[in-house]
């Protein structure tokens, strides 16, 4: 990423590219593999003006860490309009879309930072400040689902299931990077689907679970991706689906 022609910029200008910049080369390489000096050729400048706008790399890295971290949990804001299915699928798209981008950088900030090696002072430094930025998305992501349900004291079935969930969407995209081998928008559907079965689960042992999945399920439509799922079940069970249905 190289800006070619130098320009002057102002000072807030100039930390947001010099952060865009060092995002871009964290999210391909481990931090202790990417040198300030890389960072300042990316950006068109010198070394010693990078340092002007940042103390060293920790603290660029923290501020790439945060902008990462902000973007990913705004992927989880969704208006709250229309069936809950069809609103965890966009979630689902834009989440996925994250990954997609940001491939080894989303395994670093899930994983809490680069790997801690001989020498890997950095990753040491930010393994705190990383844990700290990752649990607010994860916040976050549990904010804006709670919302979407319409529920601001959870039980405990209910936050285990949310919880659950997005821990489940964490890891599901980590084993994805690997390979792909999965067509995205396949995954994007499962993961809709896997929200579902947890809550599903969930309302077999607890009464109160089971009113808001009925809540939940009255309101989607014939195309929706809960309705997917049931007719995907039923079909494999083709004589329990005649008796259910």
Do not use: C
């Not at 060092?22 to 931090?31: I, K, T, V, Y």
């Not at 002072?121 to 979407?148: G, K, P």
């Amino acid at each position: 990423m190289t800006t070619g022609v130098r320009r002057r910029m102002g000072v807030e200008e100039r930390r947001q590219q010099l952060i865009g910049v060092a995002l871009e080369l964290f999210s391909h390489r481990s931090p202790d593999d990417v040198s300030i000096d890389e960072i300042a050729a990316a950006a068109g400048i010198s070394r010693p003006l990078v340092y002007h706008y940042f103390p060293g790399k920790l603290s660029l890295y923290e501020a790439a860490l945060r902008r990462a971290a902000d973007d990913l949990a705004e992927r989880f804001v969704e208006p709250r309009e229309g069936p809950l299915g069809a609103r965890l699928l966009r979630v689902m798209g834009r989440f996925l879309d994250f990954v997609d981008e940001h491939g080894p950088g989303f395994s670093a900030l899930m994983r809490g930072g680069p790997a801690v090696s001989a020498g890997g002072a950095l990753a040491r430094e930010t393994a705190s400040a990383t844990n700290a930025l990752i649990d607010s998305v994860r916040q976050a992501a549990y904010d804006q689902i709670l919302a979407h349900l319409g529920v601001t004291d959870p039980p405990a079935r209910l936050e285990l299931v949310v919880r659950s969930w997005i821990s489940l969407a964490e890891s599901t995209a980590l084993i994805w990077l690997d390979g792909r081998r999965i067509p995205r928008a396949e995954l994007e559907l499962q993961l809709v689907h896997d929200f579902a079965a947890l809550a599903a689960v969930s309302a077999a042992y607890d009464e109160e679970m089971a009113a808001l999945l009925r809540g939940i399920l009255v309101t989607e439509p014939a195309d929706g991706p809960f309705t997917e799922l049931l007719d995907r079940l039923f079909a494999l069970v083709p004589q329990a689906s005649a008796d259910l249905r």
